[in-house]
């Protein structure tokens, strides 16, 4: 009995020794190291703006052999580099810009988030999803809230931290085709309504080439734009819709599955095209495009160029319509981060700061329709509506929705664009 | 009992031999530049490429496992009929459009290089010197020119020259779809054939049809027995470089598909969809596999390349022994064919330089009232349109910068490809029936099967890896990627120049105990200087217009000719992007003449332009 007594006593002491030492051995919970650049952004968050510009102007004298390297899609960030540059000038001559294309430089940004290594020390890029499952979930873009006087960022704007928003719409010739042509999105389904015609002259760049454009057909069978396109089906054909006629998962599907098909013509580049809204009048074409392109348009250049009507003259000369029942075109942002590598981070915050207050955003896109700040302050231009009524009357891009049904929808889409029934 | 000699003896006596030593340093080069590319394609379709891929396959997959779900997906899903729409429709369609083009390059360059080397047709000079501007402009300039010109009203596209001139309106398909896209890349990749195919043709022994002649053959027994085995290799050479760029060419049938679904005339080709499915987050790997289908698609011409030259058949055209070229003569018909030639060849090479040259000129593409050099002399910022800082070309000192970089690179590469591609030759050609040489000759053809925009990916990724990072952004890297890449026009101008040497030729050096390099500089150089200065010319062009395996890797201070255009392009100012188009073409000519000063030899002499 002793002996078993004996036993069982060695026997719990070892037990306890294990446990013991597995408890002394067990980890504690990792807590993750903070970057460099994560302690400089939360540091640069509390500073005041004489504080950051202090810090920024220190963080450039200490590295005079470093230069701040913005890298991004849109040619504002070059304009605005030159505005910072002129509001700081111990920063004069120690700026960079990059001009990156969003499919081109997206492989840069994972090699660079793969081996940690520095690639710029601001980055603006377009792609929710790509933005959110590559760069935000990794860790690799951060985001710095600007704040001060006549900043003032919109809470769901602020992680990731949108810098500006653009539009595409549906353009046409104003001086000939003029605005009554489309009053319904289902007009371009190419089927006649109870009092409109069909339209088939949209023409719409391929969206195998053009993600924004995919993105926008993909946020077509989401339950928000399936709502406008339902009370915009009943105001056009004046019935309800009846899903159960069709195979449609819902009536955004159906909606692009006509859309696609009634395309009269694909082109290959918003930019090109817009430049030829003055022939559109021979068919009445309907352009789908980013609605600060009008600036590219060109038709008044000769007799206006010179002139302060030039600009005026040119965005009327191409017109769009506010009032499309259904919706009027595609809202989506450019992010404006800082990755986890940057070199001059609190350069990088302010930087930030700068575009987002009134004067930065002049330098970079003042006086342009079709882009909006994410600072509530800074109103769009004359003649433009508001973010928020574009918000409202558009499609709004939404990384969920697009991640949760990406693999169907796109699957559908290119279906469509093969001419599959 | 065999008896062997001493390792160390047959090393030496291995390595005594020039095309030895050639194979083995080849083989480690190319390993290490080419198999790793490939290696990286074959793994991503094979893991999950990100987290958006992962979101896509489900599952409950990560980032980096293994699966098979993009060869799955792509070759047999059902879904939406989604492999049929994705891959094997479009790869039918794209097949038909490749070999389209390889007809039209073969049949129209081989033509021209047959009246230019073997006929007294006049002109040939001129007719020679211009028919290589269609090559040297990017691609999609020829597809931009057809539309221009056959664009009508019928089909809501505005009115096109030919409609203009004539009042004729083409139909559609003619305009937009598979038709114009193999003519246009088939126009743009006719100078190559003729290049390859003339350059055999000129070199070629005149003995050879001479005997056939007095050996009383007709006509078309001596060009289907003599003539066509001896261009065979340069034939198929053309077929498998125009094939392979043609399926993988991405901006012409992405610029030509303008129809509307219902018209049926819609055309997605197999390029277009490797490059929405290789930009989109979600679907790399599936990109992978298409780039590895199409990668194998190639590889089976190049087996049939091999067939024909590896086997037992000879192609010596080139015995040193005789120059002589008889010319056929046209005869009565010879003005008419030099004019119908010289028409057909200026229309397709000139007029679109014209187009280039007045798009860079005209505010308003069409309206003469809009006239203005501004995009070229400049000095103040283009007002009115927001476009920041952009002046003039000719006073852009980014785009001067840009330019010497170009330059610089572009030679480089065209140094290094051509050397490599002329030992590569000389290895084959000496090793013809060694495993060893077909390999390395096949590895080197192999970065032109890779997309470029994955080649310059894989590139960009090994930059960021500890250890290399010396080298992202620098121009170190364009130069070593470029050298790469642009190899195989150097190995298959190499090899077919090679192949055409008589071994007696080196024998006779080698008799008389010439070193091997003198050998080459002095004998064998020589002999086929044409061929190879093809060699170095061609990459030199690619290099000059090369944008997509660039545009990942270089960095602003590495900014090229072609990455300014591409901005020009991007933010709207086509009228500069044209103004820098004409002007690599006209830099590009230049260097043309002043090689031809300087060595006697230029692309179109090689071919027998005098």
Known sequence: MKKTMKKVLVLVLVLAMVFAMAACGKKE?????????????????????????????????????????????????????????????????????????????????????????????????????????????????????????????????????VGVTFNK????????????????????????????????????????????????????????????????????????????????????????????????????????????????????????????????????????????????????????????????????????????????????CLFINYIHSEEGYAAGWGGVLGYYSSNKNIPSVDGDPALSVWKEQCVVEDVEYIDSVYATAVKFINMQLAGVK | MKNKQPLGNRLKSYFSKPANVICIIFLVI??????????????????????????????????????????????????????????????????????????????????????ITRSDLPGKQFISTIFVFPYIMPSWAMAMFWENFFKNTQINAGAGMLEGMTGICVPESFVYGLFPCAMSLGLHYAPFAYILIGGILRNMDANLEEAATVLKASRFKILRKVTLPIVMPALISTVLLVFSSSISSFTVPFFLNKSSISSGNNFISISVQLRSLINTGFTKGQGYVLAIILMLFSIGILTLNNWFTGSRKSFTTVTGKSGQVSLVKLGKAKPFVAAVLFIIVAFFAIMPLVSFAMESVLEVPGDWSTFTLRYWLSSEGFEGSNKGDTIGILRSSIMWKALGRSLLLSIIVSLIAGTFGLLIGYAVAKKRNSKLATFVSNLAFFPYLIPAMSFGAVYLALSYTKGFTWLDGSFILLMLVGSIKFMPFASRTGTSAMLQLSGEIEEAAIVIGVPWIKRMTRVLFPIQKASFISGYLLPFISCMREMSLFVLLAASYTTLVTTVLQEYSRTGLSQAANAINLLIIVVVLVIQFVVNKLTGASIDKGVGGN
């Open chain 1, 29 to 161: 919970e990792p807590v993750e190291e903070k970057s460099a650049v994560q302690t400089a952004i939360e540091a640069a968050q509390k500073m005041t703006l004489a504080e950051l510009e202090e810090a920024a102007k220190k963080e450039l004298e200490e590295h005079p052999d470093l230069v701040f390297n913005a890298d991004s899609l849109t040619s504002g960030i070059k304009k605005a580099l030159a505005g910072f540059e002129k509001k700081y000038e111990w920063a004069a001559g120690k700026t960079a810009y990059n001009s990156k294309k969003g499919s081109e430089y997206q492989p840069k940004l994972i090699a660079a988030q793969k081996a940690n290594s520095y690639i710029a020390d601001f980055v603006m890029i377009q792609d929710a999803s790509f933005l959110k499952n590559a760069m935000l979930d990794t860790g690799f873009l951060r985001s710095y809230v600007p704040a001060g006087e006549g900043i003032e960022i919109a809470a769901e704007d602020q992680n990731p931290l």
């Open chain 1, 169 to 348: 719409v549906f353009m046409y010739d104003n001086t000939t085709v003029g605005a009554d042509q489309l009053k319904n999105v289902w007009q371009m389904t190419g089927v006649d309504g109870a009092t409109l015609k069909g339209v088939n002259n949209v023409s719409f760049q391929n969206p195998l080439g053009e993600d924004i454009n995919m993105s926008f057909l993909i946020m077509l069978t989401s339950p928000a734009a399936c709502e406008k396109l339902t009370a915009a089906y009943k105001s056009y054909f004046g019935t309800d819709y009846d899903g159960s006629k069709d195979d449609y998962e819902n009536i955004g599907y159906k909606f692009v599955a006509e859309f696609v098909k009634n395309v009269g013509h694909w082109h290959s580049s918003d930019s090109s095209e817009v430049k030829k809204i003055n022939t559109y009048n021979e068919d009445g074409r309907i352009l789908f495009a980013g609605l600060c392109k009008l600036k590219d348009y060109e038709f008044y250049k000769k007799d206006y160029k010179d002139t302060d009507m030039y600009y005026t003259k040119t965005v009327t000369a191409g017109g769009w319509n506010n009032d499309i029942e259904g919706f009027d075109g595609f809202v989506y942002n450019m992010w404006t981060l800082i990755p986890d590598t940057a070199q001059l981070p609190y350069t990088a």
């Open chain 2, 30 to 115: 190319l390993l290490a530049t080419v198999v790793l590319p490939l290696l990286t394609l074959l793994i991503g379709s094979f893991t999950v490429n990100g987290n958006q891929e992962a979101i896509y396959i489900g599952q409950g997959v990560m980032d980096g496992d293994f699966t098979f779900n993009h060869w799955k997906e792509l070759l047999t899903s059902r879904d939406f009929d989604y492999a049929l729409i994705k891959f094997w429709r479009p790869l039918g369609q794209s097949t038909v459009m490749a070999l389209l083009a390889c007809l039209v390059a073969v049949g129209f360059g081989g033509v021209v290089a047959w009246f």
